[in-house]
C-alpha cells in the first residue's frame, strides 16, 4: 500500500541547533515529493518539493532536503533553527498512476527551545 | 480572492445533525482534495477530484460521509448524522492537476459535535 512514515511525532531542538525531520515512504517508480509546514494557527503551506533532477531541494527559510531512492527517504534538514521555525512539518508524497492523489505523514512537531 | 477558500470557518453541531462544508477551489486548478485533520492524527485523505473523472472516495472514513463538485469548480462535503468523533479541522486544498504541481490548502473548517 501506498504510505508515508515520519517516525518522530515530536522533535525538541535548542535554538541555533542544526535538525533533521525524517521522512520514508513505500517504494514506487514515479513519485513527486513534498514538505509542508503549519505554524499555529495557520494553514498548511509549501516548504519545498521535489520533482526531478538533483536530489538535493532547497526551499524557503533555509530549509533542504534529500531525496534518497534507495533508502526512498526524504529527510528535511536546517543547519540552525529559529525560535520562528517552530511549527508542524508534514512530509507528503504523490505517486504517478492513476490516481495520483496526494498522501500525508502523520507530521512531525518542530520545537525550538531558547 | 486567489486562494482556496472554506466555509465555514467554524462549525459547533449537535449529534446526529447533517452539516455540509463548502470550498472554493483557485480558479482554474482541476484537482481539488478533502482532507481530515485531527489532533495527532496528520492528515486524512478522505477524497479527490480530478476533471470529470470519478472521485477518488477510497478515504472516506464511512457512508455518512459524501462530497460533490459541482460544474468541476466548487466542492461541498456533506457528513451526515455526525458524530463526536467527526470533530476535526477539515481541509481542501487544489491543484492544477495531475502530475508534480502542488496543492494549495484553504485555512479548513473546525468542526466540533456536542
Known amino acids: 500500500a501506498q504510505s508515508v512514515t515520519q517516525l518522530d511525532s515530536q522533535v525538541p531542538v535548542f535554538e541555533e541547533a542544526p535538525v533533521e525531520l525524517r521522512c520514508n515512504y513505500s517504494?514506487?517508480?514515479?513519485?513527486?515529493l513534498f514538505w509542508y509546514v503549519q505554524y499555529p494557527n495557520q494553514g498548511l503551506q509549501l516548504l519545498l518539493k521535489y520533482l526531478s533532477g538533483s536530489t538535493l531541494v532547497k526551499g524557503i527559510n533555509g530549509f533542504e532536503a534529500e531525496f534518497n531512492k534507495s533508502q526512498t527517504s526524504f529527510h528535511l534538514r536546517k543547519p540552525s533553527v529559529h525560535i520562528s521555525d517552530t511549527a508542524e512539518y508534514f512530509c507528503?508524497?504523490?505517486?504517478?498512476?492513476?490516481?495520483?492523489?496526494?498522501?500525508f505523514g502523520t507530521g512531525t512537531l518542530l520545537a525550538v527551545q531558547p | 480572492g486567489a486562494g482556496v477558500s472554506q466555509s465555514p470557518s467554524n462549525k459547533v453541531t449537535e449529534k446526529g445533525k447533517d452539516v455540509e462544508l463548502r470550498c472554493d477551489p483557485i480558479?482554474?486548478?482541476?484537482?481539488l482534495y478533502w482532507y481530515r485533520q485531527s489532533l495527532g492524527q496528520g492528515l486524512e485523505f478522505l477524497i479527490y477530484f480530478q476533471g470529470n473523472s470519478a472521485p477518488d472516495k477510497s478515504g472516506l472514513p464511512s457512508d455518512r460521509f459524501s462530497a460533490e463538485r459541482t460544474g468541476g469548480s466548487v466542492s461541498t462535503l456533506t457528513i451526515q448524522r455526525t458524530q463526536q468523533e467527526d470533530s476535526a479541522v477539515y481541509l481542501c486544498?487544489?491543484?492544477?492537476?495531475?502530475?508534480?504541481?502542488?496543492?494549495?490548502f484553504g485555512q479548513g473548517t473546525r468542526l466540533t459535535v456536542v
Open positions: 517504494s514506487s517508480v514515479s513519485v513527486y
Open positions: 480558479s482554474g486548478h482541476t484537482a
Open positions: 507528503a508524497v504523490r505517486y504517478g498512476g492513476a490516481t495520483n492523489k496526494l498522501i
Open positions: 486544498a487544489s491543484s492544477l492537476g495531475r502530475g508534480s504541481t502542488e496543492a494549495f
